[in-house]
């Protein structure tokens, strides 16, 4: 056994420096550029995103998670997965084709294989599936640039005519326009479209920039805050419409602000883009989201009660390795 867990520690080592090799030393792709560029020089410049900024903590994040598994994970038996070596060559296969079709999505499977592969080969099935948890969250770490591009524009309308409902259903009269907001005419008190407030909901404000960094939290707080796998489903599953209802709250916070204290305080002007408020009330979009996944984890368990809960309780305190 130790000469196989010797064998291992070298695999892995040599694996890990391929690795390393593979992600900051080869170039891969240009994009839209001309130059080929390492995957870890595609990385270091979409982490300086703020959509993508989170990435750079998902390898502490990982990390931490593999830390403090590590005396469960070594009472687990060390064996070797022959189809983990399948894996590795299928993802050295997806690294080849992103090289050559000018790809970093590729690239970034491939790796993630690999990974995969490594684990199942050296450890086995069983300290595979402990890690696998940690395995998923690593894949937070990669930036995707076309789901923003994609559904961003959507997210924009849903965000705009959301909001334009919820204050019209309160009393507060406004035109809805394209991706724009703002605030109907009132000729008796001599007000144009727009006096009270006029909001244009650019890219970062439809959610998009907040969301990616929401799905990283609200896989952590359910992975940590339920115990029974099919809850934590669920309430990761609650991401999005949370993140919809958690910015639409940082929107109504500026319109009502702006009616309040004037447009140019909360939200800024042409030529200072944005107010010092409006760049604060961003962590108001982390507050509301944390607070519904909280009540929403307090449903789970509030109505999650009965036999058929405690047997699940029971069972997960039970099983060594589970696979969330």
């Given at each position: ?156 309308l849903l965000m705009v005519k959301t909001t334009g409902f919820v204050l019209n259903a309160v009393g507060v009269d406004s035109l809805v326009s394209g991706t724009a907001l703002q605030s109907m005419p009132n000729i008796e008190l ?135």
């Amino acid at each position: 056994m130790s000469r196989l867990r010797t064998s291992s520690w070298l695999v892995l080592a040599l694996l890990a420096v391929s690795g390393l090799l593979l992600i900051a030393m080869q170039p891969y792709a240009a994009g839209y550029g001309h130059v080929r560029k390492t995957i870890l020089d595609e990385l270091l410049m979409q982490w300086k995103d703020p959509t993508w900024q989170h990435g750079a903590l998902l390898p502490f994040i990982v990390g931490f998670l593999l830390w403090r598994r590590q005396k469960e994970v070594a009472q687990l038996p060390l064996a070797s997965n022959r189809w983990g070596v399948t894996l590795i060559i299928f993802a050295l296969f997806l690294y080849f084709a992103g090289f050559r079709a000018n790809n970093f999505y590729c690239g970034y499977l491939g790796i993630m294989t690999l990974i995969a592969g490594a684990s199942l080969w050296l450890e086995g099935f069983q300290r595979s599936r402990a890690r696998f948890f940690a395995w998923l969250m690593l894949g937070f770490m990669w930036p995707l640039p076309f789901l923003e591009e994609g559904i961003g524009y959507q997210m924009r309308l849903l965000m705009v005519k959301t909001t334009g409902f919820v204050l019209n259903a309160v009393g507060v009269d406004s035109l809805v326009s394209g991706t724009a907001l703002q605030s109907m005419p009132n000729i008796e008190l001599g007000r144009k479209p727009g006096d009270l407030f006029s909001v244009g909901i650019a890219a970062p404000c439809s959610g998009m920039r907040s969301l990616f960094a929401l799905l990283v939290v609200g896989a952590l707080f359910s992975y940590f805050r339920q115990r029974v796998m099919w809850r934590r489903f669920v309430l990761f599953s609650m991401i999005l419409p949370i993140a919809i209802v958690a910015n639409m709250a940082r929107i109504l916070v500026l319109i009502f602000s702006a009616m309040a204290f004037g447009q140019q305080w909360a939200i800024g002007d042409a030529q200072k883009e944005v107010s010092t408020f409006h760049e604060f009330t961003g962590i108001v979009v982390f507050l509301v989201a944390l607070l519904l996944l909280q009540f929403a984890s307090w449903l789970l368990n509030r109505f999650c009660g009965g036999a058929d809960c405690k047997r699940s309780r029971t069972v997960s305190r039970q099983v060594v390795a589970p696979v969330l």
